[in-house]
């Protein structure tokens, strides 16, 4: 088992990291004045106000509230945990991720996730190795075209008939239960009745981008319900943020340009078959906006291919709204509806590589399904359809970050029905207005501004600017200190002090864990009026530590002299309180 990542790693890491070009890889900024913007990544919105700042190495968005350091964003923008985001950042930088000796682990605690991914990985060795041995599996898959090493490229499975195969087939049984449980592999009834979740079905190991099995889909072979099982949402697993072969699809195309989206796992493995290995599938579900924010993240042209019945139809639409809010300058968007009947696995079995691959450059715009699919159900030729086709579209329309799409799309709806663009861009009904200011899957805004007092002002200095923990020295009592916020301000102060070097982002991201990293947050973005110099910031750091001094000095006196009153003080006490009398 892997060990801790060394604080000092972590701290060198984020102070080589800039988050300007940690973000601009993902969101486009544009310089304004000392800052950077953008629209914001986390809600809709039509004016920018997602702000970086270079100088303070913070991200902050006046709209949702949302805002934190390089490893934050990662963390929120890629769904990543904390040692995936220092990973995934170590990357960027070539940097390979050293570990401590685990050697202590046992202090520390078992890693709960890197055993849920041992296991896991158990399973697919496991399920592979049956594979091997299954004529009936090894049968279906030629049936259905797939090679030998195809199944091992996407590393394809056997889960046997049967109740408790992986029961009986997973050593050290009594310790790993419960980590096959949490995993998903195995469902439990009542204490002791447990069983497989997975029987006599062709197993989909599901890897995370780092090629990691996080968990599985399995198919049928014989008939049944329901012919795809999945896995659960478990710590290492959500199924609406990953997709199946998208590891692979990275792995196969170095220069990969474009992704298509399908409905099942067997269509992935069919379409790489077949020479098109850039196919990804849900799972289980519709296509959602972090599916779709993860594959523009490694690609500038998305294809949905549905079949073209109505529930084909009903799924590319919920794509497409999801597309919606995703859309940049740049990116792209289409659909492909294969013939009744079809899917992609039987269609490029029955016409090969080069036939489907001309049905996907041919596939429908965006803009040309959403207005199409509008127009099915509107009379554009009267000025009742008009107004209905403008009621329908504004609200779709509106969750487009402001764009020259945007722009597009609006110049064709007023071609559409006769309207300025400027006059449909200027109404807004209230489900528009809703789209853009009022996400609903968004947290409300922060609560109020942080309150305007010394012990904030030097928390806020010192965080933005270590080095004026050098400047000023800040007394020992204040780390027992019964006044709010001085026992969190020497704790910065002492963690600077042993760590010169650190940055501002590094000695917020120490307290990631901590109750107080909230607060923190907040006056990572503070300005401390007057503070805009160097001189200033040590001028004003320092009278802010004095008045604190005082303050701490008089509460300590009316401590000591209640105490003399309610039964005398100590030697040590009554020479402090003397001290204290004489100030």
């Known amino acids: 088992m892997a060990g ?38 986390f809600h809709n919105e039509k004016t920018p106000s997602f702000t ?3 100088a303070k190495q913070f991200y902050h968005c006046f709209g949702c509230g949302a ?28 940097l390979e991720v050293p570990r401590e000796d685990a050697g202590d682990q046992s202090r520390r605690g078992p890693d709960q996730k890197q055993a849920m991914y041992d296991i896991l990985e158990r399973v697919s060795q496991l399920y592979q190795q049956q594979l091997r041995q299954s004529s009936k599996a090894i049968d279906y898959l030629k049936q259905r075209g797939l090679s030998g090493e195809i199944a091992k490229r996407y590393q394809l499975g056997y889960a046997p008939d049967g109740w408790h195969f992986l029961l009986e087939n997973i050593d050290d049984k009594a310790l790993n239960i419960n980590k096959l449980k949490s995993s998903g592999l195995i469902i439990e009834k009542s204490p002791g009745k447990r069983y497989d979740r997975f029987r006599d079905r062709i197993m989909f190991p599901i890897l995370d981008r780092r090629g990691r099995t996080i968990a599985f889909g399995g198919r049928v072979i014989d008939q049944g319900e329901p012919k795809y099982l999945n896995s659960p949402d478990t710590p290492v697993f959500h199924k609406g943020y990953e997709l199946y072969g ?30 098109i290995e850039y196919a990804v599938a849900t799972l289980g579900t519709a296509t959602t906006s972090d599916q779709i924010q993860k594959l523009f993240r490694s690609v500038h042209e998305v294809i949905f291919c549905y079949d073209g019945d109505r529930a084909g139809q009903k799924a590319a639409w919920r794509a497409l709204e999801n597309t919606l809010p995703v859309l940049r300058d740049g990116l792209e968007a289409r659909f492909l509806f294969l013939p009744e009947g079809e899917d992609p696995d039987s269609l490029v079995r029955a016409e090969g590589r080069d036939a489907f691959e001309s049905r996907l450059n041919h596939a429908v715009p965006l803009s040309e399904f959403l207005f199409s699919h509008l127009l099915e159900d509107v009379d554009a030729g009267s000025m009742d359809g008009k107004a209905r086709l403008a009621n329908e579209a504004k609200p779709l329309l509106a969750r ?8 597009l799309m609006y110049q064709r709806l007023s071609e559409l029905v006769g309207i300025s663009q400027e006059k449909l861009q200027a109404t807004r009904t209230a489900a528009e207005t809703k789209a853009i200011h009022q996400p609903a899957d968004l947290p409300a ?11 904030r002002d030097a928390i ?3 965080l933005q600017h270590p080095e004026l923990a050098t400047e000023t020295d ?20 002492r963690t600077i002090r042993e760590n010169p070097a650190i940055t501002s982002s590094a000695l917020l991201e120490r307290w990631r864990d901590k109750k107080e990293f909230a607060i923190l947050q907040k006056l990572m973005q503070r300005n401390v009026f007057g503070t805009e110099e160097k001189a200033d910031q040590v001028a004003v750091f320092g009278d802010a530590i004095q008045r604190l001094v005082m303050k701490y000095k008089d509460e300590r006196f009316e401590i000591l002299e209640s105490r003399l009153k309610q039964g005398g003080l100590n030697e040590t006490e009554l020479e402090e309180y003397k001290s204290l009398l004489a100030r």
């Open 460 to 462: 806020a200095l010192m």
């Open 4 to 41: 801790r990542i060394p604080q000092s790693f972590i701290d060198d890491l984020i102070a080589r990291a800039d988050i300007v070009e940690v973000i601009n890889a993902r969101v486009p900024l544009k310089k304004k004045g000392r800052e950077y913007t953008a629209c914001c990544p």
């Open 52 to 54: 970086v700042s270079e």
């Open 400 to 407: 487009i970050p402001e764009s020259v799409f945007r722009d």
């Open 445 to 455: 805004p922060t609560g109020k501004d942080v309150k305007q007092n010394a012990t």
């Open 246 to 275: 998208f590891y692979e699809a990275r792995q196969a195309v170095r220069n990969l340009q474009r992704i298509v989206v399908v409905e099942g796992y067997m269509d992935v493995v069919a379409l790489a078959q077949n020479g």
């Open 474 to 493: 800040i007394p020992d009592a204040f780390a027992t200190a019964t006044i709010q916020g001085f026992p969190l301000l020497h704790e910065l102060y």
């Open 67 to 94: 805002h934190g350091t390089a490893i934050g964003f990662l963390m929120e923008y890629e769904h990543l945990d904390f040692v995936d985001a220092i990973e995934t950042l170590a990357a960027e930088y070539h």
